[in-house]
């Protein structure tokens, strides 16, 4: 797809990647929808973005309401004579924490944001999408590996990767491209500083949010169906489907730093549990 005079939506915009996505984009003279639960932080976006015009939807896609406010403004634009060519499914969080820890309600959120609404949100844009048009779903490397401390995060992303591929597939040869591109860490507000000093004590390399910003600029314009970012986080993701105990031992050797940090989440006390014993139950 050629970039210039389309018009692309962008979910989580005003967060560290999105804004990074939004002024690459913008560059390429595209015109933005820019989507994000604080309408200030989107006026300030917008403000700070070249071309245009860019039009703003202020929407909590994490809650119902939110979902169906995206849906009415959306309609809205459409009444406006603004037609639709691309939607970058940005938004998303995690939580880092040992997953017994964790209440249901923050569970069912995570997932929540980081697959089923994305899948909602194509479901929304797909029947009024120009066709040619293409669907980018902001994946993570946690959806090729399953990793401590995220669990739920590497289920929504990896359940994310294969909805893509699945989607991209049904839609082969009805003018729509559904593409999925896994980042590693990144460094954006996203990762709290307990997060950035584990990344920092375990040598996890971590990229600028304008760096992937540029890739999947790239991914649209070659309609590249996936790409996995850095390495060798992109050499584990492959090993890891061919094998796992290979990307469990090495894991496994990060396991005591993990653990400590996992303890310090929050402040909260570390669980009464028998490291050594878990350990081994963890990756029989």
Request: proline share 5%; glycine share 8%; charged share 20%.
């Amino acid at each position: 797809m050629q970039l210039a005079h389309k018009t692309i939506i962008l979910t989580g915009a005003s967060g560290g990647i999105g804004s990074a996505i939004a002024h690459q984009f913008a560059l390429q003279e595209v015109n933005l929808v820019l989507v994000g639960r604080s309408l200030a932080k989107l006026y300030a976006l917008q403000r700070d973005l070249p071309g245009g015009p860019h039009y703003l939807i202020e929407a909590d896609l994490a809650t119902t309401e939110g979902r169906r406010q995206f849906d009415t403004q959306l309609t809205e634009l459409k009444t406006q004579g603004v037609s639709i060519d691309g939607l970058i499914n940005n938004a998303g969080h995690y939580e880092f924490n040992w997953f017994e820890r964790r209440g249901l309600s923050d569970i069912e959120q995570e997932l929540q944001l980081n697959l089923i609404t994305p899948i909602e949100v194509c479901h929304m844009v797909l029947p009024n999408m120009n066709r040619p048009g293409i669907i980018l779903n902001v994946g993570s490397t946690f959806g090729s590996i399953g990793y401590p401390g995220y669990s739920c995060y590497c289920a929504a992303k990896s359940g994310l990767h294969r909805f893509s591929e699945a989607l991209d597939r049904e839609l082969s040869g009805l003018g729509v491209r559904v593409l999925y591109v896994a980042p590693r860490a990144t460094r954006t507000p996203l990762n709290q500083p307990l997060i950035v000093q584990m990344n920092a004590s375990l040598g996890n390399r971590e990229d600028a949010p304008e760096t992937v910003a540029e890739i999947i600029a790239q991914m649209f314009v070659s309609e590249t169906s996936s790409r996995w970012i850095g390495w060798p986080e992109k050499l584990f993701a492959k090993i890891n489907q061919l094998l796992p105990d290979v990307v469990s031992r090495q894991i496994r050797r990060q396991f005591p730093t993990l653990s400590l940090y996992m303890d310090e989440v929050g402040h909260k006390e570390p669980l009464h549990l028998n490291k050594s014993a878990h350990h081994k139950e963890l990756f029989r």
